[in-house]
């Protein structure tokens, strides 16, 4: 973990050899508000080249933009020297950047919050852009032009709502106004980037709190417009009094627990199938909502360019996230099943969170926590005890009826109905005799 003693350090050895050397960006906002920072970054007016010869252990990561890791106990400090910069021809990059101050540096930064430095051996605060009076205001603030940082890189629209969702800030109405004006302009970024975003919007400190900005700077139809849809779509009132499909989607997400990135986007996503799938007919409906989402939530998430197994377990999610309707009435075979599959702890927070932020009933999910318990106390079924091969063996014909015989063997194993081998064996001659199996369950809820 990076430590800002370790940065410190740093500094010091570049004022050493000369240079002028400051912590810089974020981490000065962070220590300010005295929140612990997730990395360190240091501003210097030493070119790659002077901290290539000054550290042991360098990384050349963007040193024609003038930037150079530096390593320490195996940790990555961004050491980039002061400059200006070009016009951002490509939405990201500057056409060239230009050794400057550091008030030159400062004034190229996105936001004044972060466009601060931080003398860590005078303690001493460097603020040429009022980042201060912003932060103790609790203001996000482009630096110059909001038109002009925007223009720049487009996904500054998007690390503005980030931050004001992080941080508990306001956007101020300039930056807002531009936001508004400008968001076509993040449909141009490569979506990993807005990915990466996004997912710090959703699994942050207050996901509801940034999504609805998102709604409200009008991102959130470049971004996602499966979710924008949800705005204004009714929902029945004796379920859902908390208003909207999109107001319901912002409470779910905000309750969730430490999610994972594909249960976060898995709640995000949850209800994307109801506005294509509403029915006003006597009352309102959204007849395969879940299947239909799924096949959003999978879409959505390619387009994201999410890792295909994130992309995989959230389409899961999404596709059974109404199952638990039938838990109290499922087979004891069935509920075993269930609550064994891999993404089973995730759906089951996506159910509380679901219902949390709707009518509040939590019995079903408080049902599923006792018998989970109880299950786990008494001993466990024993394994597997007959095979297709024993079937065949035993005269069962090859064909669909062998697949629904091993199923109907072990649902009375997962029940406790059989124990033993040779009490499967004689279920399996009954069944191949009589030749019928149970009925089989639906097992997607």
């Given at each position: 973990?990076?430590?800002?003693?370790?940065?410190?350090?740093?500094?010091?050895?570049?004022?050493?050899?000369?240079?002028?050397?400051?912590?810089?960006?974020?981490?000065?906002?962070?220590?300010?508000?005295?929140?612990?920072?997730?990395?360190?970054?240091?501003?210097?007016?030493?070119?790659?080249?002077?901290?290539?010869?000054?550290?042991?252990?360098?990384?050349?990561?963007?040193?024609?933009?003038?930037?150079?890791?530096?390593?320490?106990?195996?940790?990555?400090?961004?050491?980039?020297?002061?400059?200006?910069?070009?016009?951002?021809?490509?939405?990201?990059?500057?056409?060239?950047?230009?050794?400057?101050?550091?008030?030159?540096?400062?004034?190229?930064?996105?936001?004044?919050?972060?466009?601060?430095?931080?003398?860590?051996?005078?303690?001493?605060?460097?603020?040429?852009?009022?980042?201060?009076a912003d932060l103790a205001a609790g203001r996000i603030r482009t630096?110059?032009?909001?038109?002009?940082?925007?223009?720049?890189?487009?996904?500054?629209?998007?690390?503005?709502?980030?931050?004001?969702?992080?941080?508990?800030?306001?956007?101020?109405?300039?930056?807002?106004?531009?936001?508004?004006?400008?968001?076509?302009?993040?449909?141009?970024?490569?979506?990993?980037?807005?990915?990466?975003?996004?997912?710090?919007?959703?699994?942050?400190?207050?996901?509801?709190?940034?999504?609805?900005?998102?709604?409200?700077?009008g991102l959130l139809e470049i971004v996602l417009p499966e979710v924008?849809?949800?705005?204004?779509?009714?929902?029945?009132?004796?379920?859902?009094?908390?208003?909207?499909?999109?107001?319901?989607?912002?409470?779910?997400?905000?309750?969730?627990?430490?999610?994972?990135?594909?249960?976060?986007?898995?709640?995000?996503?949850?209800?994307?199938?109801?506005?294509?799938?509403?029915?006003?007919?006597?009352?309102?409906?959204?007849?395969?909502?879940?299947?239909?989402?799924?096949?959003?939530?999978?879409?959505?998430?390619?387009?994201?360019?999410?890792?295909?197994?994130?992309?995989?377990?959230?389409?899961?999610?999404?596709?059974?996230?109404?199952?638990?309707?039938?838990?109290?009435?499922?087979?004891?075979?069935?509920?075993?099943?269930?609550?064994?599959?891999?993404?089973?702890?995730?759906?089951?927070?996506?159910?509380?969170a679901d219902c949390v932020a709707s009518h509040g009933d939590l019995?079903?999910?408080?049902?599923?926590?006792?018998?989970?318990?109880?299950?786990?106390?008494?001993?466990?079924?024993?394994?597997?005890?007959?095979?297709?091969?024993?079937?065949?063996?035993?005269?069962?014909?090859?064909?669909?009826?062998?697949?629904?015989?091993?199923?109907?063997?072990?649902?009375?194993?997962?029940?406790?109905?059989?124990?033993?081998?040779?009490?499967?064996?004689?279920?399996?001659?009954?069944?191949?005799?009589?030749?019928?199996?149970?009925?089989?369950?639906?097992?997607?809820?």
């Amino acid at each position: 973990m990076p430590s800002i003693a370790a940065a410190a350090g740093i500094v010091a050895r570049l004022r050493r050899a000369g240079f002028e050397s400051y912590l810089a960006g974020g981490c000065v906002r962070d220590m300010l508000l005295g929140r612990p920072a997730a990395d360190y970054d240091i501003a210097t007016a030493a070119t790659p080249d002077d901290v290539g010869a000054l550290f042991a252990r360098t990384v050349r990561v963007g040193a024609a933009f003038g930037v150079v890791q530096v390593l320490v106990d195996g940790d990555a400090y961004e050491v980039a020297t002061f400059r200006t910069e070009g016009p951002y021809l490509d939405g990201r990059h500057p056409s060239f950047v230009r050794y400057a101050t550091a008030r030159d540096d400062a004034r190229r930064r996105d936001f004044t919050v972060n466009g601060m430095f931080w003398d860590p051996q005078a303690a001493r605060l460097l603020d040429f852009v009022e980042g201060q009076a912003d932060l103790a205001a609790g203001r996000i603030r482009t630096i110059g032009d909001p038109r002009a940082r925007f223009a720049e890189d487009g996904l500054r629209m998007i690390r503005a709502v980030r931050q004001a969702a992080e941080l508990g800030f306001t956007i101020v109405p300039e930056t807002l106004a531009a936001i508004r004006d400008m968001r076509s302009g993040l449909g141009t970024i490569s979506p990993e980037r807005v990915r990466d975003e996004l997912l710090r919007i959703v699994a942050g400190p207050d996901p509801a709190g940034g999504l609805g900005l998102l709604h409200a700077t009008g991102l959130l139809e470049i971004v996602l417009p499966e979710v924008a849809r949800e705005a204004g779509v009714p929902q029945p009132r004796e379920f859902h009094p908390e208003g909207d499909v999109f107001e319901h989607t912002r409470l779910v997400v905000g309750a969730l627990r430490a999610p994972t990135p594909a249960l976060a986007m898995a709640a995000l996503l949850h209800d994307a199938g109801k506005p294509p799938t509403l029915v006003r007919a006597g009352r309102i409906r959204f007849d395969r909502h879940d299947e239909v989402g799924a096949d959003l939530a999978r879409a959505a998430m390619e387009r994201l360019r999410f890792p295909r197994r994130d992309i995989e377990r959230a389409t899961l999610l999404v596709r059974r996230h109404m199952i638990f309707k039938d838990v109290p009435h499922m087979r004891e075979a069935r509920f075993r099943r269930l609550i064994d599959l891999p993404e089973f702890p995730e759906l089951l927070e996506l159910h509380r969170a679901d219902c949390v932020a709707s009518h509040g009933d939590l019995s079903t999910y408080e049902w599923v926590r006792r018998r989970q318990a109880e299950l786990a106390a008494t001993p466990p079924a024993p394994p597997r005890l007959v095979t297709g091969d024993d079937l065949l063996a035993l005269g069962a014909a090859p064909g669909p009826r062998l697949g629904e015989i091993l199923r109907a063997i072990d649902d009375a194993r997962l029940e406790g109905r059989v124990r033993t081998r040779d009490e499967a064996v004689t279920l399996a001659r009954r069944l191949i005799t009589n030749g019928a199996a149970p009925p089989r369950e639906r097992e997607d809820g």
